[in-house]
């Protein structure tokens, strides 16, 4: 018989609160439950988690409601460029990009730097060139920006503020960074996170979503991480590796560790985000400082579930 799977998506972290007064709750449930249960068939069929958490991350960037892919936020300049990353947690094998413009799904070309195992992280134009010479499909600039981005951009600059997706400036701005981590039937991990980054952020800046152990980690003797939040303070703590040391070396499981990782983000720099993890023996978690954490998982082959708060 084989191992059971897990599978868990997120959508990003933020002020959540007014969602359940508006529509957004149901669009923002159907489309987790939906990502979920494809994931769930590709799990069933036998996939490895490393395909499987870059099949959802691209289904999560080719949904408007996230911050990621098609629905990346906009930089001080008006600009889309995005960061995304994977790791395979049986050989730790990793692959991310960062800063790039016009590719439609930006941890697709994070899985070509894995499986090309030359180099871990590409940046900017030299990632651009990669996508050609890989034939990673590319989109122009209108099928990113949108009316409500370069709104969104507006009222930020106007605040004179750098701000997480989901921040309420608006009650109407509740959309995020994503991320999958799951355990496959051969009892695999793997862990994928994707973002267009911060609304307002400096051109050519770079968060923590392509850093391995910042935004992303993955290791089949500790656990799967995918974190969202302020990314400068994922990376002053190397987050998402400090989450798999806590079952490394102190023996928790998912979600101690992963509430024992938000609690050292809040003590050491007053950390806001949170993260989704599934630990080697397929136990789901999730933690957040922030009120809201949109995610779904689906824990041992079991029922899916979808979480806003
Ligand atoms: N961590 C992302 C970044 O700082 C943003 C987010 O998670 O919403 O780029």
Redesign the pocket.
Known sequence: MPNPYSLMIHG???ALEDLKYEATEVEFKQSITAILEQGRARLERGDSALDVVEYCVTLLEDDKLY?AGCGSVLNADGKVEM?AALMNGSDLRAGAVACVPNIKNPISLARRVLDRGEHVLLASDGALEFAKFCGVELSPDEYFITEARIKQLAEAQVAGRMT???ERIKPSQKL??VGAVARDIRGNLAAA?S????VN?RWG?????PIVGA?VFADNDTCAVS??????Q?LRTVFAKTISDFVQFRGMDAQAAAQAGIDYLVAKVNGE?GAIAIDAAGRCAAAQSTSGLIRGWIELGGETHCQLG
């Open positions: 990003g972290a933020g911050n960061d997480l997706d989901h995020g960074t996170t973002t267009g980054g911060l952020k800046r770079i968060g923590d979503t935004g974190a969202t939040g302020y990314g400068e994922f985000g």
